[in-house]
Nanobody, 123 residues
Framework: VQLQASGGGLVQAGGSLRLSCAAS????????MGWFRQAPGKEREFVGA???????WYAGPVKGRVAISRDNAKNTLILQMNSLKPEDTAVYYC??????????????????WGQGTQVTVSS
């Protein structure tokens, strides 16, 4: 499956952004999906994940401010981000898991990655 993330940009602190991830070349509904982010000089970190049945999990720093959803009919993954903070500045990546087992918060357990979209939050 190929993943294309979009929707990043520059936003002031307290603002919102909606990231999209378009999937193609695979059966989107069969993948467990996740969002990760990577700030300059830091390791890639888990943001949130959604199962095939749309159960969701979120990292502590973003919990209550973001929401992940999926539209299997449109092969699209969404990350809605609200109350953005400067520390949310990073490149955001969508990822897909086809394998059984593994952990939803571990980047190495994902099989496919999008190219990333930059999110910059100004103070």
């Amino acid at each position: 499956v190929q993943l294309q993330a979009s929707g990043g940009g520059l936003v002031q602190a307290g603002g919102s952004l909606r990231l999209s991830c378009a999937a193609s070349g695979g059966t989107f509904s069969t993948y467990k999906m996740g969002w990760f982010r990577q700030a300059p000089g830091k390791e890639r970190e888990f943001v949130g994940a959604i199962s095939r049945s749309s159960s969701t999990w979120y990292a502590g720093p973003v919990k209550g401010r973001v929401a992940i959803s999926r539209d299997n009919a449109k092969n699209t993954l969404i990350l809605q981000m609200n109350s953005l903070k400067p520390e949310d500045t990073a490149v955001y990546y969508c990822a897909a898991r086809a394998r059984t087992g593994g952990d939803y918060y571990v980047a190495a357990d994902y099989d496919y990655w999008g190219q990333g979209t930059q999110v910059t939050v100004s103070s």
